[in-house]
């Protein structure tokens, strides 16, 4: 396999906030994550390019606060040709393959560990005392949500691992992870990339866990270090207890995200036009330019 060239980074850690859309509190999520990391780790938005008027609203807004360097764009319609290998979801990058802008963004800037957040990932505390809490941590992958086969056997998203002829799983192999927001490690998005050249195919919740697990490779969940997160389904259920607060639905409201637990704790999906900005929440009308 050819190594692809890789830019030297002057940091170990690249934070990549990631985006298809234009907001002002996605905006202003992005800023602070900006302000409060970047004097320890590079910090990016990872913009997918629309080639349109959202791409002109970042690119303004980030000339406008002297950030322009910060921007990496990726293009959906071109990441498989660059990658050379598909989509779980044939021309489309969802569901299933979020990880296609790490992966390529990886090629060409090496750190040690790459973080992901999704622009809709609200955290009630400040972003370097997070990323520091897992400083120490070696795993592969950092995750929410991290459980094996036996454990979560109703998965949605089991079905849709596919694996090369040669390569034959038992079920107590397979694992899972949620991961709008999640760290990888420079060896692991090479043992990602690799399984995808050799024929892997799948969600990136199941494909990306169960590659590094069969690889050796420690997987961990965010809550054996700290808890940042409260509730243990990812899903919509009943209980208010057990709804965590990093899920897939129903959003995140702005009274649970003021009133839920105490202290810092991370939260998603937050899509109402809201933002914690360190001290304070800020809103919109929902007619804000």
């Known amino acids: 396999m050819n190594i692809p060239f890789r830019l030297p980074a002057q940091k170990d850690t690249a934070v990549l906030f990631m985006t298809h ?34 791409c002109q609203q970042w690119l303004q807004f980030l000339e406008s606060i002297g950030a322009q360097t910060q921007l990496k764009r990726f293009s959906p319609k ?36 790459y ?37 979560c056997p109703t998965y949605w ?3 849709s691992l596919t694996l090369p002829s040669d390569i034959h799983l038992a079920v107590d192999d397979l694992h899972k992870a949620f991961l709008p927001i999640c760290r990888l490690s420079a060896d692991a998005l090479d043992l990602i990339d690799e399984a995808h050249r050799l024929g892997w195919r799948g969600h990136q ?13 420690a997987i961990q969940d965010f809550s054996q270090t700290a808890e940042c997160y409260l509730g243990d389904s990812q899903n919509p259920c009943w209980s208010r207890t057990r709804l965590s607060t990093l899920r897939w639905r129903p959003e995140i409201t702005l009274d649970e995200f003021i009133n839920r ?26 007619n804000h330019g």
């Open 157 to 159: 998203w089991w079905n």
């Open 78 to 113: 071109n990441l498989t040709m660059q990658l050379g290998y598909p989509y779980l979801n044939g021309l489309q990058m969802l569901p299933g393959s979020v990880h296609f802008p790490l992966l390529n963004f990886s090629r060409s800037y090496r750190y040690q560990y």
């Open 205 to 217: 919740e199941v494909l990306i866990p169960t590659v590094l697990h069969l690889n050796g490779q």
């Open 261 to 286: 637990g105490h202290g810092p704790l991370l939260f998603h999906p937050v899509k109402q036009d809201w933002v914690f900005d360190g001290r304070n929440v800020l809103q919109w009308r929902s």
């Open 115 to 151: 973080w992901v957040i999704e622009s809709d990932v609200e955290y009630r505390g400040n972003w370097l005392t997070f990323l520091n809490t897992y400083r120490e941590c070696q795993a592969a992958l950092l995750g929410a949500h991290i459980h094996c086969h036996r454990e």
């Open 21 to 54: 859309q234009w907001s002002w509190s996605i905006a202003k999520r992005f800023t602070r994550l900006l302000s409060e990391v970047n004097q320890k780790v590079d910090c990016f938005l990872l913009l997918h390019d629309d080639e349109g008027s959202v």
